[in-house]
């Protein structure tokens, strides 16, 4: 009985430190209105952009509920990109219609964290904003 025990509680911890090992940083920079100090979390490996700054909180828009079809959810990633997938076809079409559109820009839905830390910028504008706007 004590052996079976000793190896579940070793499995539980091999468990939790895995999932630790498989967690990455993400620092958002500051923005006016989604989030005016800035704010730094821990995200799982293989969980998008998108859904890392939702469950945080940030309230980023996501318009067409995260299917690559508009591009409100546009972020500039400063630190990290290159640990990022390549932006498929589908996105990179998409995102040359967004607002403010860098060399560095994602769609965060589709972008998914990996294990390099990661420094995100929520553009100021979404093509929403540009359109009632401007
Ligand atoms: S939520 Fe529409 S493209 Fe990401």
């Excluded at 923005?31 to 005016?36: A, Q």
């Excluded at 799982?44 to 890392?52: L, S």
């Excluded at 294990?115 to 553009?123: A, G, H, T, Y």
Aim: charged fraction near 30%; proline fraction near 4%.
């Amino acid at each position: 009985m004590g052996r079976w025990v000793d190896k579940f509680i070793g499995f539980v911890s091999l468990n939790k430190l895995y999932k630790k090992r498989m967690m990455t940083k993400i620092i958002v920079l500051p923005h006016e209105s989604l989030c005016p100090n800035g704010l730094e979390f821990d995200a799982p490996v293989g969980e998008t952009i998108c859904d890392a700054l939702l469950r945080n909180h940030i309230e980023i828009e996501h318009a067409c509920e995260k299917s690559c079809a508009c591009t409100t959810c546009h972020v500039i990633v400063r630190e990290g990109i290159q640990s990022l997938d390549d932006a498929e076809e589908k996105e990179e079409d998409m995102l040359d219609m967004a607002w403010g559109l860098t060399p560095l820009s994602r769609l965060s839905c589709q972008a998914k964290v990996r294990s390099e830390p990661l420094v995100i910028e929520i553009p100021k504008y979404t093509i929403n904003h540009a359109r009632e706007t401007h």
